[in-house]
């Protein structure tokens, strides 16, 4: 059981360059979510997801896009990323809202992103 | 809106003595609220949660917590830090609805001195 992963760990890219953070689950969680942690300001969500096939913008989405094509899969893409959008990105799953497990969420390690 | 607020950024403390992190939070209801410890390079990991019940949550790693609805608090304690210690904590609020969104705090950054 690995819980949540994401590849990469780290990436640099170029102003303008594209990429696409993967983000796998094995828990079965129906929800998911992608966040940002920038120094001085927590986390932040940029968009998550209630099951396969849906995804709902949160608090910066701007410039990021999203999709949830499996259930076990997350992916959060940059069409032309920017130096604004250097940060470490998280990514969380949990469980829908029933019971005591609800509202947990779990994490993945992380990728550290700079765009130059 | 709901919204969490950690007041100190950065707290020392010395191996042994004891720990308080302080977290206010604002929600309409009655809040689901979490502490997550994050390592140097390393993902969040949960420490604790209220739910319901018993203001007084214990978690892991000798952490505890006390929800204290007059004052909108939700304060983690520790009665003797360790080295290993060190790290960010981060207080969270859950947001309510049906997607199980949390609220973040700014997060404190925990030194612990020999």
């Known amino acids: 059981n690995a819980g949540v992963t994401q590849t990469p760990k780290f990436r640099v890219l170029k102003t303008g360059q594209s990429m696409t953070l993967l983000c796998a689950q094995d828990?079965?969680?129906?929800?998911m979510y992608w966040y940002r942690q920038d120094p001085g300001m927590g986390l932040r969500l940029i968009h998550y997801?209630?099951?396969?096939?849906?995804?709902a913008k949160g608090e910066v989405p701007d410039g990021y896009n999203v999709s949830r094509l499996k259930k076990q899969n997350f992916l959060l893409g940059l069409e032309s990323a920017a130096p604004s959008q250097t940060s470490v990105y998280f990514c969380?799953?949990?469980?829908?809202?029933?019971?005591?497990?609800?509202?947990?969420?779990?994490f993945g390690p992380g990728t550290r992103l700079t765009v130059l | 809106a709901q919204s969490v607020t950690q007041p100190d950024i950065h707290i020392t403390v010395s191996e042994g003595a004891s720990l308080e992190l302080r977290c206010n939070y604002s929600?309409?209801?009655?809040?689901?609220l979490f502490w997550y410890v994050q390592s140097p390079g390393q993902g969040l990991q949960l420490l604790l949660k209220?739910?319901?019940?018993?203001?007084l949550v214990q978690g892991i790693k000798g952490f505890e917590a006390e929800f204290k609805r007059s004052q909108s608090s939700f304060n983690l304690r520790k009665p003797s830090v360790h080295w290993s210690d060190a790290a960010e904590y981060f207080c969270a609020v859950g947001a309510g609805g049906a997607t199980n969104k949390l609220i973040f705090g700014t997060g404190t950054l925990l030194a612990v001195q020999p």
């Open positions: 969380a799953s949990s469980y829908s809202r029933q019971g005591r497990d609800a509202d947990t969420q779990y």
């Open positions: 209220y739910f319901s019940g018993d203001t």
């Open positions: 828990m079965n969680h129906e929800y």
């Open positions: 997801s209630v099951g396969e096939g849906t995804t």
């Open positions: 929600y309409g209801a009655t809040p689901y």
